[in-house]
């Protein structure tokens, strides 16, 4: 291409005094036959370089042509080499990184599981047992009895109700609800469990 500037650049000196049309034309369809000249030999050598029309070449242009493809496969192989290093070199870097942070993450939590072991060491299992009970939400419903007992329902038969004196009165509803058992019998019920 500096080339083809450079002729471009002295034939319009050589021509700079010549402001004559014809001349002009004349300059320009030379220059486009040298360029479509060196286009198909620029197109011939591509086709050769890719292993093509390699007929009409003797020895000694096949060996330079070798050699000259060497050349560029020996550039390409050598930066190839220099990504893949590269490459290796940061992922090594990011593989450290990794496992220092691995590292720490370890010693936190064996710090975290010995203070563990000296606050149960230090408030028991009983203490321990409280906090729980202590750390439960506050949405939670306690009526003073133990909320994992099992519970057992009975059926029973419904009690027959007074009837009032007035005829008229509709008949009594029958009145529904949880009604909490009495507590000696609840205690009876807890000591035959355990």
């Known amino acids: ?14 021509c700079q ?17 040298s360029l479509r000249k060196e286009l198909q030999c620029l197109q011939e050598y591509h086709r050769q370089l890719m292993g093509e029309e390699l007929s009409g070449l003797s020895i000694k242009n096949l060996e330079n042509l070798e050699n000259k493809l060497e050349k560029s496969m020996k550039g390409v192989r050598i930066k190839k080499d220099q ?16 496992y220092q ?10 710090l975290i599981s010995q203070e563990n072991a000296e ?3 230090v408030y028991g299992e009983r203490n321990v047992d409280e906090a729980n009970r202590a750390s439960r939400p506050p949405y ?14 009975q059926l029973s038969q419904p009690q027959p109700q007074p009837q ?3 005829s008229e009165a509709p008949a009594s509803s029958m009145k529904l ?3 909490p058992p009495h507590r000696s019998k609840l205690n009876n019920e807890i000591s035959s469990i355990m």
């Open 1 to 14: 291409m500096k080339s083809i500037i450079e002729r471009y650049s002295k034939q319009k000196e050589e």
């Open 17 to 33: 005094p010549l402001l004559n049309p014809a001349s002009e034309v004349k300059l320009w369809k030379r220059e486009a036959a």
């Open 83 to 98: 990504i893949l290093t590269d490459e290796i070199k940061e992922l090594s870097q990011k593989g450290n990184l990794i």
């Open 101 to 110: 942070e691995n590292q720490e993450l370890h010693k936190k939590v064996d």
């Open 119 to 121: 606050l149960r060491k």
């Open 140 to 153: 939670t419903v306690e009526n003073g009895y133990d909320l994992h007992a099992p519970i057992r329902l």
């Open 164 to 166: 009032p004196h007035n």
């Open 177 to 179: 609800g949880h009604h």
